[in-house]
């Protein structure tokens, strides 16, 4: 089967920095000039993140009042066996800034060792983290899923970890708080945050497998320094998949967020289940089953403040005989589902350049966007050749911006990278210098697996909106680990 990553909303939601970090070398790749020529930025942190008063967004880590990103990091020439990191990349008055960034490994945030039977390097992949405020003190926690010394391979179970956060991070000696959930089932087998009932305290909900069928765990805050949610619901239905989550209001304005679950595709599009979300109550079992797709997105798409989210193709497919087709209302569309419960609108999705038609690979994902600050997103896609913004989905419109961003012609081994996976890939959106309007976030390797998975990404740039300006462009692999 092929798969295609699909970025998240707000790519990889920033971490909260604690302790020592990753060691090795520098990673594969060298700075370059971005697609609008601006210089890229690869230089070690130049200074500390000053620490804050604390602030009600769960992406600012230090409480400074400015939104962080987290961002993978690689520390190693080889990459089958460079250590996965974390990097937090801290924003400021006019935005993230490059020179103020750390990079931690799971040791440095107090998780435990990883077992022995682990195959490959030592990681901490940020796949496998959120950041949530869960005890209310104003600055987010980091919540991470990890497997421990004592969990055989084979188990396959991930145990659930907090490190409270606080405006002086990293600390000496971190330690970690086990998360409690209900007693029954064996790990979790994904972990997203939310304000699902909408009270302003920050939740967790995770997908809890067992031996005799699984369960949904919506663990509701605020949370105790022992770990204990003030409410758990173990009540809503439950099937295998990976779960989405609605984002929280980065004002603290406080918001219901809805969820999704998508369900197991096995390379191609997946089934997709939203549990609306009511304030005061929660997530309700009353689900909806929406169109298939594995690429997907919350937003307010027509700008009448109720939440919207969209579902559609990533281009997957199970590419085992007689599964490499999808059907005509799923290939290539997605469909944006209204907040007022109205019906969904259709979009046709941007499709392959000629010659690529029997591709075995997608685009990617989607995430949504607002870069004029308007009120109103615009629904980012991931194209075969760039990443398309698509303004006015709810509204009969299809207003249609391409933003390209290109890697360098050549690796830093002299290899040369074929013009078609020189694209960068939208990656999320967000108002990191706090004008109003989103930048958006792209990222790209030089990785010839990129171009197929979208792993491992190195170079990023943050746009100055949907143009061809950057506010900041960077590469991960000159970030240094810390002390």
């Not at 600055?139 to 188990?155: L, N, S």
């Amino acid at each position: 089967m092929i798969r295609r990553a699909t970025p998240s909303a707000l790519v990889l939601s920033p971490l909260l920095v604690l302790a020592a970090a990753c060691g090795g070398g520098a990673g594969d790749g060298t700075p370059s000039p971005a697609a609008d020529g601006a210089s890229r930025s690869g230089v070690p942190a130049t200074r500390a993140p000053a620490p804050g008063e604390g602030s009600q967004d769960p992406d600012d880590l230090n409480g400074d009042g400015h939104r962080d990103l987290l961002v993978p990091v690689f520390l190693g020439a080889d990459p089958e066996t460079a250590a996965e990191c974390v990097g937090v990349v801290y924003g400021s008055a006019d935005g993230l800034d490059p020179a103020v960034h750390t990079v931690h490994r799971r040791a440095g945030l107090g998780l435990p060792d990883a077992p022995a039977d682990l195959p490959g390097p030592a990681r901490l992949s940020v796949d496998h983290v959120v950041t949530a405020d869960l005890d209310d003190d104003g600055f987010p926690d980091f919540v991470a899923t990890a497997r421990g010394p004592g969990q055989a391979e084979g188990t396959g179970r991930e145990r659930l970890h907090v490190s409270f956060g606080g405006p002086r991070r990293p600390v000496a000696d971190p330690v970690t708080t086990a998360v409690h959930l209900p007693a029954g089932g064996q790990g979790v087998d994904s972990v997203v945050r939310g304000d699902f009932d909408g009270d302003g305290h920050h939740d967790l909900a995770a997908q809890q497998p067992g031996a005799t069928g699984g369960r949904l765990a919506v663990l509701y805050g605020p949370f105790t320094r022992a770990g204990e949610p003030a409410r758990v619901d173990t009540g809503l239905p439950y099937a295998e998949g990976t779960l989405v989550a609605d984002r929280i209001d980065p004002s603290g304005e406080p918001r219901a967020t809805s969820l999704l679950r998508r369900g197991e595709a096995d390379g191609g599009q997946a089934t997709n289940t939203l549990y609306p979300a009511r304030p005061g109550e929660g997530l309700s079992g009353e689900v909806r089953e929406l169109q298939l797709g594995s690429a997907h997105a919350f937003g307010d798409f027509d700008g009448d403040g109720s939440r919207d989210v969209a579902v559609g193709d990533d281009g997957g497919r199970n590419n085992e005989p007689g599964y490499g087709t999808e059907k005509p209302e799923v290939a290539g569309k997605a469909t944006v589902y209204p907040g007022d419960g109205g019906g969904p609108a259709v979009l046709d999705l941007p499709g392959p350049p000629p010659g690529e038609g029997g591709s075995p690979y997608g685009p990617g994902g989607f995430a949504a966007a607002d870069p004029d600050g308007d009120g109103r997103d615009g629904l980012l896609v991931s194209t075969y050749e760039d990443a398309t913004l698509i303004d006015g989905v709810l509204l009969g419109g299809d207003e249609r911006v391409s933003v390209l961003r290109e890697g360098p012609a050549r690796t830093a081994d002299g290899r040369r990278t074929a013009a078609k996976d020189r694209n960068a890939r939208p990656a999320g959106a967000a108002d990191f210098d706090g004008d109003g309007g989103d930048e958006l976030i792209l990222n790209w390797a030089p990785d010839p697996l990129f171009a197929l998975y979208g792993e491992k990404p190195t170079y990023w740039w943050i746009t100055d909106g949907a143009s061809s300006r950057d506010a900041t462009a960077f590469t991960t692999t000159e970030f240094a680990p810390g002390p």
